[in-house]
């Protein structure tokens, strides 16, 4: 399967994208924010990074870009569409997804190997996971508090469009410990940690042993197996 | 492409205009130039300068620039070199940085660098411009930036003006670092009041790069254009030109610039991939990146080493404020550019390159063969001088040098008269180590550093040496550790500068790598104190003896003079980072063991050395006497084993002693993973004749802490013996105890050590 990774002016993670998606056993493509063209892949991600250098908002320009045209397109019509950090930012600028994220409620940035519980499995990208499942992820942000409006909360929790939540300590001090969302059809998922870091034993979460993590690999072997089945 | 507008001026200081007008009286001095060295810009030129030429000469002849005050004793580092310390270096000293060959068709590139007073002034911008400046020192030999380091030194902890400094430089690094989607992978931090009102903070840059993608500063090529490119030029970091333009010519100008340069992460990463994107598309000839003294440095640099001249035309510079003067041009350190040569056919190519990247790029000359820069404005020629004389004949100094009367006094008050304790009250002691400002676990600091991007970090904070890997095919990877001891200076500057050198050589060891090369950002006071002089070139001194024994070369660094706090210089800081190989990541050594029930062996031998230690100043805020000896031929053999070891798969875990001692290196090695150990110093001060207090805090050099499993102990031992170094086996770890025991002195659980640990940073600053 040909997996899409979109790079931004400002892009840091696209390169670790690009490798997950390979050792998942897909064809990692690169795709550059300036064309409308998605080069016929099955699936898209956004990495992370500091898109036009989060000026304005994170997200919000990198959200306009001409790409985003037909990734809006693509995810409409049920394409799996992975957001992560400044992707996951860009997909609630664009409107694939609820809220929005702002300043980490410490105000300074922060990075740490996350325990994340899987809320929901019915998605294109957690569909190998075990609700309830709790899973290390790495999480480095400085703009990771997830916020929406009460009505849009009540929305996300009775539709069940959380997918994963923080366990322990809060490290945004988002709303209901929110880490990552899903649109209502399961195919479009975004989340602050950084699950492109957990896919290869050495350099990723310590876990039980030192870089060890690799549950970030099941995230991008969940869309392989939807869209071969 | 679009020129500035500049405003037309009857008062444009002319080559022609300066020619006619000898008398006429230029602020030189409050440019910074000695009466002596206007003296001689005038008889290089036959003519007094123009102010743009004043402009250049007084930005590159300063210290900053033209190191005039260290230059005659860096020179020992060309001298004191072996074949040996040739074998890998590709690049030398001169260039931007230093390049090794780590073999498979790669090389690295790697430089430490000062950013320290503008950090005092401006904090976060101060050191964010540091990061920056030192990442295009990388881009511009043709390498990928890949990791970062920072070694910090703030004032007093407990000084009501520290935490301004490190919530600011900390910031900058976090928001420069991690915008720029580099992995900060380690450094060090320290608190000392003699850095109270001059924090040091040295920058450290790694690139990789295939051994064809190598680029040079040189402008060679006549007709070969000059193109700058990245952000436009502004008014900032050009404290020194205000005054040229407010004082001399030009009443209407914009009258206070900031001297602080202000960095732009988002443009410098936009950059570096445009560059990269350059070079494999084989279209740049020669690059510069522009740091201090900008557009004067990049041109008159790039035309000296080229053995050519250049032609510019200053109208093309795009401008952010297009009120700036011409002096102000050339003297402009706005960040995040670059000077590229390029051939007149491949230029389309690279402009299309830019263009895709929204990289602003304007042409603004080009290389000539006369051995002259030329630089015009608005059709007037405003520079024209020998660029040699601008950027490698400047002035040199052989400053006096005096040992201070101090020195002696100093080195006698020795530690070994303190009061030493026994039994508990020594576990009290470590636990007061462990929560002491300088050994204390600096996580607050680095958990803002982004360290997994890129996806290649082996190791980093808090293991000795950061780690990461170059080739995802064969696991190929480098190691850099940077280290100094700014005590151990002040009582030996000459053995300190070698101890820091060691120190840095055996954290890139124990992580199982190869030493291969040294990079150093020598900090010190003010050069015209001759005991600061006496300083600099004992330790320069010191430090090119040690690389000699050691058998690396110094590929680069900078100098760092007039740190001082009122009259009170700093210790002399020369940190140093040393480079190694190493042939596969998967062989990395952390610095804590994560199993139950290994062995835990001592490498090398404990003397009582206890003078300048962690536990003299902690303990009993003494700083007096000897600094430890240096044996760099023991550091040589600990070095060799600890690669066989490595690459063996001998042991599992290996961690330095230094700081603190063996105290330390035991609560850090069990504080790592979370896991204790049972230790028992009787072997140490049996065999060594050492008290238990020198057993467990003194910093002998040379040793090493290594955990190794059970099944590989005999043969563990055989290879220390077989290389001759000293071995005990002194502990055992225990990972379900979560406690130190330290047999008949001692216990100390580790949720007490890691809450001292964390108690001074984290809980001051957060």
């Known amino acids: 399967m040909r997996v899409g990774v979109i790079t931004f002016p400002g892009t840091l993670d696209d390169r670790d994208a690009q490798r997950a998606v390979r050792l998942a056993g897909h064809e990692a493509v690169a795709l550059w924010h300036g064309e409308h063209d998605l080069h016929g892949v099955d699936a898209l991600v956004l990495p992370g990074g500091f898109s036009y250098g989060d000026y304005l908002r994170c997200g919000a320009i990198a959200a306009r870009s001409p790409i985003m045209t037909e990734v809006v397109e693509a995810a409409e019509r049920g394409m799996p569409v992975l957001g992560i950090c400044n992707g996951f930012q860009m997909l609630t600028e664009a409107r694939l997804l609820p809220g929005g994220l702002v300043r980490n409620q410490t105000g300074v940035f922060v990075r740490r190997d996350q325990v994340l519980r899987v809320e929901r499995t019915s998605t294109d990208w957690t569909n190998r996971f075990d609700e309830g499942q709790e899973i290390v992820i790495p999480l480095k942000n400085g703009e990771g508090r997830f916020v929406a409006t009460p009505e849009e909360i009540a929305r996300i929790e009775d539709e069940g469009l959380v997918v994963f939540r923080y366990v322990g300590d809060d490290p945004n001090g988002s709303v209901d410990a929110i880490a990552g969302l899903a649109n209502a059809a399961g195919n479009v998922v975004g989340l602050m940690p950084h699950p492109e870091h957990a896919v290869e034993l050495g350099f990723g979460p310590t876990t039980t042993r030192m870089k060890s993590g690799l549950d970030g690999l099941d995230i991008f072997k969940s869309a392989l197996e939807r869209i071969a089945a | ?766």
Request: aromatic share 6%; charged share 20%; glycine share 12%.
């Open chain 2, 1 to 766: 492409m679009t020129a500035s507008t500049q405003r037309p001026s009857a008062l444009r200081d002319t080559v022609d205009r300066a020619a006619a007008t000898p008398e006429r009286e230029q602020p030189f001095a409050a440019l910074g130039l000695k009466p002596d060295e206007y003296a001689r810009i005038r008889d290089i030129l036959g003519r007094r300068p123009t102010s743009a030429e004043l402009a250049m000469y007084s930005v590159m002849w300063s210290e900053h620039c033209s190191y005039k005050s260290s230059k005659t004793h860096l020179r020992t580092f060309g001298q004191k070199v072996t074949p040996e310390m040739g074998e890998r270096l590709m690049v030398g000293m001169g260039q931007n940085a230093g390049v090794i060959d780590v073999g498979e068709g790669w090389a690295v590139t790697f430089k430490i660098e000062s950013h320290n007073h503008p950090s005092f002034v401006e904090p976060f911008q101060g050191a964010a411009t540091g990061v920056g400046g030192i990442v295009r020192d990388i881009i511009s030999m043709g390498a990928r930036p890949v990791a970062v380091m920072d070694a910090l030194r703030f004032g007093a902890i407990d000084h009501p003006d520290t935490a301004r400094v490190v919530h600011g430089v900390v910031g900058g690094i976090s928001f420069y670092g991690n915008c720029l989607g580099l992995p900060n992978i380690g450094g060090e931090t320290v608190f000392d009041a003699v850095y109270q009102g001059n924090p040091l903070v040295n920058a450290l840059a790694v690139g990789v790069l295939r051994h064809e993608d190598l680029h040079l500063a040189n402008a060679t090529g006549v007709g070969n254009k000059v193109v700058l490119f990245g952000a436009r030029t502004g008014g900032d970091g050009i404290g020194g030109a205000s005054i040229l333009a407010s004082e001399s010519f030009d009443d209407e100008g914009p009258a206070k610039r900031p001297a602080v340069q202000v960095g732009d992460p988002f443009a410098e990463k936009v950059l570096i991939e445009c560059c990269l994107e350059l070079y494999a598309a084989h279209v740049v000839e020669g690059i510069q990146d522009l740091g201090a003294a900008g557009i004067s440095c990049a041109t008159s640099e790039l035309a000296a080493n080229g053995d050519s001249g250049m032609r510019v035309e200053l109208d093309h510079v795009l401008l952010r404020d297009p009120t700036l003067t011409a002096e102000e041009i050339l003297m402009s350190e706005s960040q995040e550019r670059m000077m590229a040569i390029v051939a007149p056919e491949k230029l389309d190519e690279f402009l299309a390159i830019t263009g895709k990247w929204d990289v602003e790029t304007s042409v603004l000359g080009e290389v000539t063969g006369d051995g002259r820069l030329v630089i015009t404005h608005s059709g007037d020629v405003i520079v024209d001088v020998d660029p040699k004389t601008v950027a490698i004949d400047s002035p040199v100094y052989d400053r006096p040098m005096a040992r201070p009367e101090w020195q002696d006094a100093l080195q006698a008050d020795t530690a070994r008269n303190l009061p030493r304790a026994t039994g508990a009250a020594l576990g009290d002691q470590l636990l007061a180590l462990a929560g002491s400002a300088n050994l204390a676990d600096a996580s607050w600091i680095t958990d803002q550093y982004d360290d997994y991007v890129l996806g290649n970090t082996a190791l980093s904070t808090p293991d000795d040496a950061g780690m990461v890997r170059i080739d995802e095919e064969s696991g190929l990877g480098f190691s850099v550790a940077v280290d100094a001891n700014g005590r151990y200076c002040q009582l030996d500057p000459r053995e300190g500068a070698k101890l820091a050198l060691a120190e840095a050589y055996r954290n890139v060891a124990v992580s199982g790598a190869t030493p291969v090369g040294v990079s150093d950002c020598l900090n010190f006071g003010n050069p015209e104190i001759p005991a600061v002089m006496w300083q600099f070139a004992e330790a320069v001194d010191g430090l090119a003896d040690g690389c000699v024994e050691l058998g690396i070369p110094v590929t680069g660094g900078n100098v760092s003079f007039y740190n001082q706090t009122g009259e009170t210089q700093i210790h002399p800081t020369p940190v140093v980072g040393v480079l190694g190989i190493i042939d596969d990541v998967d062989r990395r050594l952390p610095s804590g063991w994560q199993d139950d029930g290994q062995a835990l062996f001592l490498l090398g031998t404990t003397r009582d050395e206890l003078d300048g230690s962690a536990w003299a100043g902690a303990i009993h805020d003494h700083l007096g006497g000897m600094p430890p000896k240096v044996d760099l031929a023991a550091e040589k053999a600990l070095a060799g084993l600890m690669h066989g070891v490595a690459f063996e798969g001998l042991a599992t875990a290996a961690h330095d002693l230094s700081e603190g001692g063996l105290g330390m290196a035991v609560a850090e090695g069990a504080l790592r993973f979370g896991n204790g150990a049972r230790i028992w110093l009787s072997g140490i001060t049996e065999r060594d004749g050492v008290d238990d207090t020198a057993a467990l805090f003194s910093e002998s050099g040379a040793r090493a802490l290594v955990a190794v499993a059970r099944e590989d102990e005999v043969k563990f031992t055989g290879m220390c013996e077989a290389r001759g170094v000293p071995v005990l086996r002194i502990g055992v770890t225990d990972a379900t105890s979560g406690e130190i025991e330290i047999q008949d002195v001692a216990t100390l659980s580790l949720a007490d050590l890691r809450t001292a640990n964390r108690a001074p940073i984290r809980s001051r600053f957060a």
